[in-house]
């Protein structure tokens, strides 16, 4: 049974480790190999299923780096936390995603939702997220007739080719601050369980968010967004509301609290 087999939890704790030097939240913190790996072995140690090795933000506005930049930041941190757990790769390149799963990852974690074809020749899990656009500009001027029977579509159709391309396991991600205002934001939060219905798991990502930022800015009458790391009452918050939904793997900075959340959830739903 491989470490992903073995992951039973209703929902699973995916701890994001950024090695980068630029994303939104924790860039510049773990981007050596050294404190990348003890960061990773701490959300482990925190109750993390799965840690999230990303080498390229996708922040809005970010720029893409190549892939040999990727590939370095990246292989040393899964060779080694692969020992320990399980490692997810949260690459949108398949040379990025096929190395890192020789390196040991049991999971890619992919933005554009376009390496479903190579990622089932490699037999590992699968998450299909929604973009609108590329994350240089997808904040521009995100536009739907309806968000949620949109992005639905979209998921269905790409986890489909997953599943049939022989990816392990698939799950779909609405890709909360990815090509959306914060009306489709919460529009989709409310929506959850209708993606829970399609029959695929489903994972978000909402920690630290700009979402939250705004809204617990709105909350205290002030015009200014709520610091990155001040939002994480906003971040728990949606995923309670995730996992009353169904949702059955969330992506968080602080697993710390979300592992405390997920008790609570569990013991709300008996």
Known sequence: MSGLES????????????????????????????????RGQQLFAQGADIVDIGGESTRPGSAEISEETELERVIPVVQELSKQGVVSIDTKKAAVAMAAVEAGAEIVNDVSSELAT????????YVAMHMQGLPENMQDNPDYANVTAEVKQYLVEKAE???????????IDPGFGFG?????????????SDFGE??????????RKSMFGHLLAMADGSEKPVDVEDRQVGSLFSEWIAMNQGVSLVRVHDVANTHKLRGLAKGNSK
């Open 118 to 125: 190579d990622v089932g020749k490699l037999g590992v899990g």
């Open 161 to 171: 080719i997953a599943s049939q391309a022989g990816c392990s396991r698939v799950w």
């Open 7 to 38: 992951l039973t939890n209703s929902v699973l704790i995916m701890g994001i480790l950024n090695v980068t030097p630029d994303s939104f939240s924790d860039g510049g913190k773990y981007d050596d190999i050294d404190s990348a790996v003890a």
């Open 180 to 192: 959306k205002s914060l009306e489709h934001n919460l529009e989709l939060l409310s929506n959850l």
């Open 198 to 207: 399609t029959g695929f798991e489903v994972a978000i990502g909402t920690s």
